[in-house]
């Protein structure tokens, strides 16, 4: 757009370097943290509570939020239930699970219903209502009530490794959500994380997408996962809508 192109960021620390990234090609970028576990509501307000209190927005310009996996759902509550459209230009998820994640039902199913693990969870004050809230029945209502907001454009992007790619840890949850929805990250199928504009599907799981490696890039190499990000925030500006604005990961 020939001006300077600006990411104010939110993100946790989840985001590993890749703030880093973003910034040294001229996105100034900040990172918010949120709680880990809690549900899409509580986490939303704190969302809007960080943006307000530590992301200078000048008069008339806007952010770019740019989301990790439950963090798109956060964003969408908070821009559709929250006031904070007037300071959102784009939101752009990465690996959402925008229709929930088979992995959640399992979860409920087995470690809730019957082995009343999140109950126990409840009871010592550890806030799993996360877990809930990505189950897909969850999220078919959520998409029914939380409605996209005219005048924020969205975009989204997911992942997909075979299963001789993923770390071990993945390994369960791949195979899960596989059964159900085919290829997917680990967690969430490219079915799942379409939303808005879809930017495509990249070669990396869950965790690698938040530049987390747990085996190497052996054969399949992905490259360095911050070029990702600076493709679709470019594909955004390149849009229109977000020269001269701030995004944050959040």
């Not at 109950?119 to 939380?146: I, K, Y």
């Not at 799942?192 to 987390?212: E, F, I, M, P, Q």
Request: with cysteine; hydrophobic share 40%; aromatic share 8%.
């Amino acid at each position: 757009m020939g001006a300077l192109r600006t990411v104010g960021g939110v993100g946790w620390s989840s985001f590993a370097g890749i703030d880093r990234e973003i910034a040294a090609a001229g996105y100034p970028v900040s990172v918010t943290c949120v709680h880990p576990t809690a549900g899409i509501e509580r986490r939303a307000k704190q969302l809007k509570v960080w943006i307000l209190e530590n992301c200078k927005i000048p008069r008339g310009k806007k952010i770019i939020l740019v989301t990790h996996s439950m963090g798109g759902l956060d964003a969408r509550y908070m821009l559709s239930r929250l006031n904070m459209a007037s300071k959102v230009d784009a939101l752009i998820t990465v690996c959402t699970p925008h229709r929930g994640t088979p992995y959640a039902d399992w979860c409920i199913k087995h470690l809730g219903r019957r082995l009343r693990g999140i109950q126990l969870m409840n009871f010592l004050g550890l806030d799993m209502q996360g877990v809930m809230d990505l189950t897909t029945e969850h999220c078919a209502r959520f998409n029914e009530q939380v409605l996209d907001v005219p005048g924020v454009r969205y975009y989204s992007v997911a992942g997909q490794r075979p299963l001789r790619e993923m770390p071990p840890m993945g390994y369960h949850s791949w195979k899960i959500v596989h059964k159900v929805e085919g290829e997917n990250d680990g967690l969430v199928s490219p079915s799942s994380g379409r939303w808005g504009k879809y930017l495509g599907t990249w070669r990396a799981d869950h965790w690698r997408v938040v530049n987390r490696r747990f085996i190497p890039d052996v054969g399949n190499r992905t490259e360095e996962i911050g070029a990702y990000y600076l493709s679709v925030l470019d594909r955004a500006v390149a849009d229109g809508a977000v020269a001269n604005r701030a995004a944050i990961p959040a």
